[in-house]
């Protein structure tokens, strides 16, 4: 899954490995082990809100396409915007027109000043988009749908419908499983999680 980096990277990016898995699934833990070793963690969540941070031009054309009400004290109101765009394919597109390029150079610029011997990209959406090409293995964190749901209503205070909603538009749990290099299994103890993971770390810096 190598791909060149982007020209506009300071130098060119260490082995990478791409963490994801759907909503839910244990993602910032797993990161947070690989960050206590010293491994750089980039995230796609913080680059995709770094691009339409007040004053970037990403923010002026989505307050050209729908106005003003779209901010709130000067910055982005994402809750409106995910209302519009979960109930509206055509500008979910729209969107993901304007803003996967950027986000993909941000990660690019990111990954380029990693100083550790890999590096790590999170991202839940890596695989529904060209993130994917930006790194060497896939690592998946899985988990049942239920502890899915169960995570995601406890954290974000959601309803079982709200939750299903975002799960439904993930892709299905069987096609990411497909698409990993390596699969971690979260659902059990943290102790077995970093077990795991120590295991991993060790192969990924093998590799590197």
């Known amino acids: ?8 990277s300071k130098k060119k990016r260490p082995f990478t490995v791409g963490v994801t898995g759907g909503i839910g699934s244990g993602k ?3 990161t947070d082990f690989f960050a206590s070793h010293g ?3 980039v995230d796609a969540d913080i680059a995709s809100r770094m691009v339409v941070e007040p004053g970037k031009p990403a923010l002026a054309d989505i307050e050209q396409r729908y106005g003003p009400e779209i901010l709130i004290d000067g910055g982005l ?4 915007l995910r209302t519009i765009i979960f ?3 055509a500008e979910r597109k729209w969107l993901e027109g304007l803003l996967h390029p950027l986000i993909r150079d941000q990660i690019t610029l990111e990954l380029g000043d990693a100083e550790s011997r890999y590096a790590v990209l999170v991202s839940p959406l890596m695989l529904e988009t060209s993130q994917h090409e930006l790194v060497d293995r896939v690592l998946v964190v899985d988990v049942p749908e239920r502890i899915q749901l ?4 406890s954290r974000d205070q959601m309803t079982e419908e709200q939750t299903r909603q975002i799960l439904d538009n993930q892709m299905k749990r069987e096609q990411r499983m497909a698409r990993a290099d390596d699969i971690i299994d979260n659902s ?16 990924y810096l093998s590799l590197a």
């Open 188 to 203: 059990g103890s943290m102790a077995r999680l970093h077990q795991s993971l120590d295991k991993l770390h060790q192969f």
């Open 77 to 80: 109101d994402r809750r409106k």
């Open 1 to 8: 899954m190598t791909t060149e980096s982007s020209p506009q």
């Open 39 to 41: 491994i750089r963690i």
């Open 87 to 89: 109930d509206d394919t």
């Open 150 to 153: 169960s995570r995601t209503m």
């Open 28 to 30: 910032t833990t797993v």
